[in-house]
């Protein structure tokens, strides 16, 4: 009987010290996200559109304070890397273009929407050498491993600006072998079922080094999953979220966001350390409160 006391008491104290444990874990975890910096979705809006990636959204935004910019890749029919999000709809919403994908040296001449400038890889990197505190978050479109050895092989000095996003556990390694050290963990392409799915990304993030997990902002506002993403000790972003409402709802959950307007005043209690207090013209680029 006293044997079973003992037991018994040894597990309470061992589930006790666990659950603080882990409380601890998951408050550090949100600590630290309430201090994260804004994530600028595709370069940030600029002159009233999203989705560019353009050198004048980078300007923008970068104007306005913002240091981490995802941006989207996507391979020409010559197997460059350039900034598009995709050669469907995007393609004919700000080129005017229709059928199959360009040469890179035939996408740079065509005329962009709104005298934006569109960027091939090459002409980002000039970007990123008259902004080395800058940083490029990759959204490539497909073949991810080969479009990041193609960054890393093109100028492997530009490699340390990029944050590459991988899209399953497998592409980890590679990513790694590569040498890019800050990765996201991105989930947006995962059908992710109640169990088996979840466990394997829980295990997965919980064992290897990321920058980040990313996540649909649904998943984050509705559920336990982002919470328990916490527990792993993660960082979490969410995207993307443009609502002052839903912004404040996530930051006091300790949760970094992606962003297209967003650009709190400093002014605001809820302002982020690297926003600008700058005010910027809706029709340019942000929105300021």
Avoid: C
């Avoid at 079973?4 to 409380?23: K, P």
């Avoid at 990759?138 to 899209?167: M, N, S």
């Avoid at 890019?180 to 169990?195: A, G, K, N, P």
């Amino acid at each position: 009987m006293k044997r079973f006391i003992l037991f018994s008491t040894l597990v309470g104290v061992f589930f006790i010290a666990l659950f603080f444990y882990w409380s601890s874990v998951v408050s550090n975890a949100r600590a630290r996200g309430r201090s994260l910096p804004l994530i600028v979705h595709a370069g940030g809006g600029v002159r009233g559109n999203i989705y560019t990636s353009s050198r004048e959204a980078l300007d923008a935004n970068y104007a306005a304070g913002y240091r981490l910019f995802e941006l989207d890749f996507s391979w020409t029919s010559d197997r460059q890397l350039v900034l598009i999000h995709d050669w469907e709809g995007t393609y004919e919403k700000y080129f005017g273009m229709q059928g199959e994908r360009p040469t890179r040296d035939q996408f740079l001449a065509l005329s962009m929407k709104d005298n934006l400038t569109q960027l091939s890889l090459e002409q980002l990197f000039e970007w990123l050498a008259a902004h080395p505190d800058a940083r490029v978050v990759t959204d490539v479109k497909e073949d991810t491993i080969a479009a990041l050895t193609y960054i890393q092989e093109r100028d492997p000095k530009f490699a340390q600006h990029f944050i590459p996003q991988i899209y399953d556990p497998e592409e980890y390694t590679a990513v790694r072998a590569l040498g890019y050290v800050d990765i996201i963990f991105t989930l947006y392409r995962l059908t992710i079922d109640r169990y088996v799915t979840a466990l394997r990304i829980f295990f997965f993030a919980g064992t290897h080094d990321l920058y980040a997990v990313t996540m649909p902002v649904e998943r984050a506002l509705h559920g336990s999953f982002a919470s328990l993403m916490q527990w792993t000790g993660k960082i979490v972003y969410v995207h993307t979220v443009n609502e002052k409402e839903e912004y404040q709802i996530l930051q006091q959950r300790g949760i970094g966001i992606y962003t297209d307007w967003i650009i709190p005043s400093a002014s605001s209690t809820d302002a982020l350390p690297q926003a600008s207090s700058a005010s910027i013209d809706t029709t340019h680029s942000g929105r300021t409160w």
